[in-house]
């Protein structure tokens, strides 16, 4: 069963690659981490057979209960700042819009598993470099913790802790500064087996984000979520699950004094179905369907409602060809000066080719359509909506060189247009990377 999420002011999590970005003000991501990935779990599995032990007993920092991490990866993208065109280039202080980038990465990781409890332990350190804008260089630190704890053989649940650092993303300022945010999150979870299938759980997690050197005071945030899951997961291999989210933020440094036009806190409710049914061999069916309502303190014409909906399909086409496609329909925040909300329409192919059992190819194609609608609450209103179109191509590589060594090559190209002026943008990518585990 897929993890539980922390509720997260968009309601969902940023892929990683994103077609569009909300309007929100850096809305952070707000998920449970993963654990060493499921190529850990193979390897503990594998040394614990040749060991004759159980998985779980393999002591820490005993060859599977450590992995140390390294990857090296260079980039070039046409247009790093997403900007509109040429005339753009010079009013934002900037000499070009492509150049190259190079990322280094160091992480490491410690897992413990025993009578039935699990505790794992990641670190990475990231330098960030940036050849034509010097000015974007820096490094990232992030560290995740999490007990995954179990009591008896009806409670499970997990407690975390993260502190991330990024760097934000360009389309959100388009300019000579650079700005950095950490996000530090604390959750908790626990889930009771109800039996016969049914499972009823409960999570928690509140955070904040900061801009340690100053550089967006006005878009600091403090976060809470509260979810409340009854989920019920059958033999068949069907997953379906109703939940109740509840979120709420608040921004500490955004102007209230007379006269101010910013929102300083907010709450948003979410009610939502989704199921994962298994057809025939490897194809499952996925359905979605919510809705969502936000209110603000200070401005309620800008408070919105409204509908969200997701169908898709993951077909096994072959042994080794897999191909999906989703259709969906959100309702999302957009707090700007003339709207409130956001509606899109978004349509997803994906495919995914294993040429050889080190050789993985995989495609993707996107389409969004989003409407910004609803009344900003700023006394301000607008004659035309903004609307935005996008279309996103990508296409990756992936082979396994050796047991511990893997080399990705990525190219991605994407046309956004808007209706409003100097938001529309043309873009391509080409990245490779070669990534070591030990």
Request: charged share 20%.
């Amino acid at each position: 069963m897929p993890p539980l999420r922390v509720s997260t002011l968009l309601g969902e999590a940023r892929r990683p690659v994103t077609l569009f970005e909300s309007d929100e003000l850096d809305p952070p991501e707000l998920g449970m981490s993963r654990s060493l990935g499921e190529a850990s779990q193979q390897m503990q599995q594998m040394a614990a057979v040749e060991q004759g032990s159980e998985a779980g007993d393999v002591p820490l920092g005993k060859g599977i209960g450590t992995r140390i991490s390294a990857s090296e990866t260079l980039a070039y993208d046409s247009n790093l700042f997403r900007l509109s065109g040429p005339a753009a280039v010079p009013a934002a202080g900037l000499a070009g819009v492509g150049g190259w980038a190079g990322q280094t990465r160091l992480g490491l990781g410690l897992e413990e598993a025993r009578g039935g409890q699990q505790w794992v332990l990641d670190y990475e350190l990231g330098v960030h470099r940036f050849g034509s804008f010097g000015f974007l260089d820096h490094t990232t630190q992030t560290a995740i913790g999490r007990w995954r704890w179990t009591a008896g053989p009806d409670w499970k649940g997990e407690l975390s802790a993260e502190r991330r650092e990024a760097l934000d993303d360009f389309a959100y300022y388009r300019n000579q500064r650079r700005s950095v945010a950490l996000t530090q999150q604390a959750t908790g979870s626990a889930f009771y087996h109800l039996g016969a299938g049914w499972h009823l759980g409960v999570q928690a997690g509140q955070g904040s984000r900061r801009y340690p050197d100053g550089a967006r005071p006005g878009n600091e945030i403090d976060f809470a979520g509260l979810d409340t899951v009854l989920r019920y997961a059958p033999e068949s291999g069907a997953v379906v699950a109703v939940t109740r989210r509840r979120a709420s933020g608040s921004y500490p440094n955004v102007p209230t004094g007379s006269g101010a036009l910013a929102e300083t806190s907010f709450d948003q409710d979410e009610l939502f179905a989704e199921a994962t049914l298994p057809l025939k061999s490897g194809t499952r069916l996925q359905l979605r369907l919510g809705n969502v309502s936000r209110s603000y303190g200070r401005y309620a014409q800008s408070d919105f409602s409204g509908r969200n909906g997701l169908a898709g399909l993951d077909w096994q086409l072959t042994p080794r060809t897999r191909v999906s496609a989703a259709l969906r329909y959100d309702t999302e925040p957009a707090q700007d000066f003339v709207s409130s909300y956001v509606a899109v329409r978004g349509l997803r192919l994906g495919s995914l080719w294993e040429y050889s059992p080190k050789l993985r190819v995989e495609g993707r194609l996107e389409w969004r359509d989003a409407e910004y609608r609803g009344d900003p609450g700023f006394g301000a209103r607008a004659a035309a909506r903004r609307e935005d179109k996008g279309v996103l191509a990508a296409l990756a590589g992936n082979w396994q060189i050796g047991p511990r060594t893997r080399g990705v090559a990525t190219l991605m190209r994407e046309h956004r247009g808007s209706s409003a002026a100097g938001l529309d943008f043309d873009y391509w990518t080409l990245s490779g990377s070669l990534q070591w585990v030990f």
